[in-house]
């Protein structure tokens, strides 16, 4: 099940919100352990069982973590315990995530002919994966306390509005709200128009320029022009923020109306006028557990250059390989190592002298290559984009790309815009204050209007974080 599909709008989440509202405070998270199970069951139900395993398995390692600090047992046994927590939930991810992949590589490697395993990738795993790993690694830091009760800690490991596609939500980050949560109308509200706008991002936004290029894609290999090239890489560019910030948004929005605050992922990451600022923009959860819990510990910056790399390294090796079982990945997290060292190194300095138009537009141009990266699963079909985009072996332009281009400019235009802050600039500059929340609310209703036409049409509407 996910949000953008009339099941969860007119179904599940109505039923979820009705009676959360109206259950007493005591049974809300055991309701919404239980309806987060069956919103995860809706799609998969053989691997609840390994969610499951996975709230019981660190609920018990940080019960037990805790329990030999307070009896000042030797300081080995919470050692023990947290690498048990990280070896037992790495071995799940990587079992199901990343077992066919090595053996995929070692059969073209070698000739041999080993078989796959064909394994479904449980949905979301890498999401709830990352966030009890923190949660065990924060216990053994001393720096939140290990929660006691098991129907409030699995409430927080599978909480739906962001089990499957994030952000990733550490225990820390809605500690004091696990238990106690504050509820008001107005909270509400807001939260039900973040929802909304989300929605509409991916309904009206995302799913339509993804649709394009799913047709740019196809033509790889066959006619693929330049320009074309170009207007497909623009057209992914736009597709994945509209999606993933739209999916976030919907879960801050959820996560709101059941009065939880979730972390921002997205701060308007294609205004940067860097690629490390890009990256403090994107996708802000996983850079943040990244940094807290592999780079920082490896040493971070603090031990020489060769050093700082070398972490580098490692950092955007697993990044890489965090969001797919595919060479493409590795190549893509790679590609940021190289240019997030050169930034480091040279390009920042230089920088400076140079003017912000300059600047935002290197960092697109870098931005929407490494996406064609990230997009292109087979690197038969990469290597052959790669080529076009570049105009080797591939004609400029055709007919057919200027009707595409010429056709969808205004599209593109209003993809750029809604990128930025700039609507929300104009919204406060034009509209008065007293009457914002009135055109917000008028705005939103609109915007869930045509959502659900589209939807109900039953429209193109893909899911980019199965692999995930």
């Keep these: 099940m996910v949000f953008s599909s009339i099941i969860f709008l007119c179904g599940f989440l109505t039923t979820v919100l009705l009676l959360y509202y109206v259950l007493p405070k005591s049974m809300r998270n055991g309701w919404l352990f239980l309806t987060s199970l069956c919103f995860y069951a809706w799609g998969e139900p053989r691997y609840v069982l390994i969610m499951l395993f996975s709230t019981f398995f660190d609920y018990g390692n940080g019960r037990l973590i805790e329990y030999f600090r307070k009896k000042e047992k030797p300081a080995i046994l919470p050692r023990l315990v947290l690498i048990v927590s990280i070896i037992g939930n790495l071995g799940i991810l990587c079992f199901f995530k990343y077992t066919d992949f090595v053996i995929g590589t070692i059969n073209h490697l070698t000739g041999s002919s080993l078989e796959l395993l064909r394994l479904a990738l449980p949905i979301g795993i890498s999401f709830y994966t990352f966030q009890t790993m923190s949660y065990t690694i924060d216990v053994y830091r001393g720096e939140i306390k290990a929660q006691k009760n098991l129907i409030s800690f699995g409430m927080y ?12 939500v550490r225990y820390r980050d809605i500690e004091h709200q696990v ?8 909270r509400v509200a807001a939260g039900m128009q973040r929802f909304l706008i989300g929605l509409a991002k991916k309904v009206l936004l995302a799913n339509q320029i993804g649709r394009l290029w799913d047709e ?13 090239a170009w207007f497909g890489a623009i057209a992914f560019t736009f597709q994945i923020y509209f999606d993933f910030s739209g999916y976030s948004d919907m879960a801050i929005g959820l996560g709101q109306m059941l009065g939880f605050t979730f972390p921002e992922n997205f701060d308007h990451p ?5 690629i490390t600022q890009f990256w403090r923009k994107w996708h802000i959860t996983l850079g943040s ?3 807290e819990y592999v780079y920082i510990p490896l040493g971070g910056n603090r031990k020489g250059l060769a050093r700082q790399i070398c972490n580098l390294f490692v950092v955007w090796f697993l990044t890489g390989l965090w969001h797919g079982a595919g060479w493409n990945f590795v190549l893509w997290g790679l590609y940021y190592f190289v240019l997030l060292l050169l930034e480091k190194t040279i390009l920042l300095r230089v920088f400076e002298r140079i003017p912000r138009l300059i600047r935002h537009v290197y960092s697109m141009l870098m931005v929407m290559i490494g996406w064609v990266i990230f997009a292109c699963d087979d690197l038969g079909v990469l290597g052959q984009y790669l080529k076009a985009l570049f105009g080797i072996g591939a004609p400029l332009t055709d007919a057919r790309t200027v009707f595409v281009w010429s056709s969808n400019a205004l599209f593109l235009l209003i993809l750029a815009v809604g990128a930025t802050t700039l609507p929300a600039r104009l919204c406060r ?8 929340s009135m055109a917000l609310a008028g705005y939103t209703i609109a915007l869930l209007a045509v959502s659900l036409a589209l939807l109900v049409a039953g429209s193109y509407n893909p899911f980019l974080y199965f692999r995930f």
């Design 289 to 291: 557990w990244f940094r």
């Design 216 to 228: 740019v894609l196809g033509m790889t290999g066959n006619g693929l022009t330049t320009a074309m």
């Design 270 to 274: 294609y205004e940067a006028t860097s």
């Design 157 to 168: 490991v599978c909480l739906f509005p962001q089990l499957i596609a994030g952000p990733i």
């Design 179 to 186: 238990d106690t949560r504050v509820h008001t109308p107005e």
């Design 429 to 436: 500059k034009i509209i008065p204050e007293k009457a914002r």
